[in-house]
């Protein structure tokens, strides 16, 4: 039916909503192409393929992708295209609810959309809608087509043609993102072995944000506490858990990265939270994390948080399943501990660089004390029993009856300062008034103090002397009188 015989109570205007539908609002051609994955693993699949290709030199890029699901009846298929024509809308199950995620996004990228479906080796059908035909006011034939060719097995393809909201005027950029991104939103499915996702051929790794499976230069992050379950009721009455994952960053062992290499591996602007409902990534950035602001530290501690499709309400989901918008019951069961979690772990993380300064400016005695060990009675240890000791000096918070702690391991004497202890502040504070020449000479001095202690408690404990009394005894007296002065 054209524009001009349109009947006024007729719900829209086919001609004008086909080019209003094409600014639904996705974000990224990323996200877009989330939605017809999302349809191939509630159909079952396993393989998705993914094509990117450009037809003709110079115009415009075809994007199709192929899965190995159930595939659609033809009733199935000639609903597929309809908005809000799916068999599950508002199934709180999986990933689909509404039924407008194949056609908007499909048109939100492409002006002419074709899927194709087969099931159980039979004749393939195919549907298609195309934007300039009903924008012209070509009436809308959604019909299914039978295909030529033989088939095997069951599975889709969507086809999008003449896509042109492609920024990217080179391919290899564009695959490159695309890589980074599904590898992101789609991890948990990747890492586990459920689905194979390729592009171009290439199978697409998994991406995580939150750095505990990356490998750089042998170190990856690690959780920073056990995690988190906050259980909500949904107004349907059925109750789900929501689950917070927090990670630390490796700040001793990365903080040398240089900065390409930082961005490259997702350690530097990687900040804030990741949002997973029903495991596939929907949102990302700084939320639920109440008054706290975003600062440099936060780099290098990441959040997850993750929750079953019926709590949809409450992290307002919207048709196209990008970002999020608490409720109030959302935010007060989380916001307040979430924020508070956020300012430990940025304070942890201004600890670990003080940490890091504070070992590279102890280097020096270090030196000195590996030095002299040559000339001091050995201390032998298992496995590489003699030979001269190194030395390593850091703080960390201890017990508060220590002014320090000790290990040896790997012929290596480790010294642990407690920055909680009177005695940190009283013999390192006044080193920073001082110039750096006449700083260094004390520091040096105080360090090699506390360097021979250690060694000597260690060598008398061997002999089986109980040190560990007397160096209480010795730090809780030190404090005291550091207290009184």
């Known amino acids: 039916m054209g524009q001009q015989t349109q009947r006024k109570d007729d719900l829209l205007v086919s001609s004008n909503f086909i080019r209003a539908v094409r600014e639904s609002g996705y974000v990224s051609l990323s996200t877009a192409l989330a939605e017809l994955i999302d349809n191939s693993l509630q159909a079952v699949a396993t393989k998705v393929a993914v094509t990117v ?30 908005f809000g024509g799916s068999s599950r809308f508002d199934e709180r199950q999986s990933f689909g609810r509404f039924g407008m995620g194949l056609p908007a996004a ?15 080796g039979q004749a393939a059908n195919r549907v298609c809608l195309d934007v300039d035909a009903i924008a012209a006011g070509t009436p809308v ?11 095997t097995g069951s599975g889709c393809l969507v086809t999008w043609q003449h896509c042109d909201r492609i920024e990217y005027q080179r391919l290899a950029w564009l695959e490159r993102v695309l890589r980074r991104d599904l590898g992101r939103i789609y991890r948990r499915f990747l890492s586990n072995g459920d689905l194979t996702l390729t592009l171009n051929g290439k199978r697409v790794d998994p991406v995580d944000p939150m750095l505990l499976t ?50 490259r591996s997702g350690i530097v602007g990687g900040a804030g939270v990741s949002i997973l409902r029903a495991g596939r990534e929907i949102a990302s950035g700084w939320h639920l994390m109440g008054a706290k ?9 990441r959040c997850e948080i993750e929750f079953d499709p019926v709590l949809d309400e409450h992290f307002g989901i919207t048709i196209n399943k990008q970002g999020i918008r608490p409720s109030q019951v959302l935010q007060e069961a989380l916001g307040s501990e979430l924020e508070a979690i956020a300012r430990l772990l940025n304070s942890r993380v201004r600890q670990a660089f003080e940490e890091v300064k504070f070992r590279a ?3 020096a005695s270090c030196r000195v004390a590996a030095a002299a060990d040559a000339d001091l009675p050995v201390i032998p240890t298992a496995g590489r029993g003699s030979g001269a000791l190194s030395y390593r000096i ?26 909680d202890h009177p005695a940190f502040a009283a013999l390192y504070r006044p080193l920073q008034k001082l110039g750096d020449e006449a700083a260094g000479e004390l520091r040096t001095a ?3 103090f506390l360097l021979s202690l250690a060694r000597t408690t260690t060598l008398l404990s061997r002999d089986g002397h109980n040190c560990d009394d007397l160096l209480r005894m010795w730090s809780r007296t030190y404090g005291r009188m550091l207290q009184k002065s």
């Open 53 to 82: 290709t450009r037809p003709k030199p110079g115009g415009l890029p075809e994007i199709r992708v192929e899965d190995d699901g159930e595939g659609m009846p033809r009733s199935g298929l000639e609903a597929c295209l309809r």
């Open 106 to 120: 499909s048109l939100s990228q492409a002006r002419r959309v074709e899927v194709t479906s087969w099931q159980n």
């Open 141 to 151: 034939d959604l019909r299914a087509r039978r295909q030529p060719g033989a088939t």
């Open 214 to 263: 990356a490998k750089i230069e042998g170190h990856s992050a690690s959780l920073a506490f056990e995690p988190l379950r906050y259980e909500l009721a949904a107004s349907s009455g059925r109750t789900a858990f929501v689950t917070v994952r927090f990670a630390m960053l490796p700040v001793q062992h990365w903080q040398h990265l240089d900065n390409a290499t930082k961005r």
């Open 293 to 301: 602001r975003k600062e440099n530290y936060d780099d290098w501690w």
């Open 361 to 363: 400016a102890t280097e």
């Open 394 to 419: 850091g703080s960390e918070q201890l017990s508060i009856d220590k002014m320090f702690a000790s290990s040896l391991k790997r012929r290596t004497l480790d010294v642990t300062l407690n920055v």
């Open 446 to 448: 105080l360090e090699l």
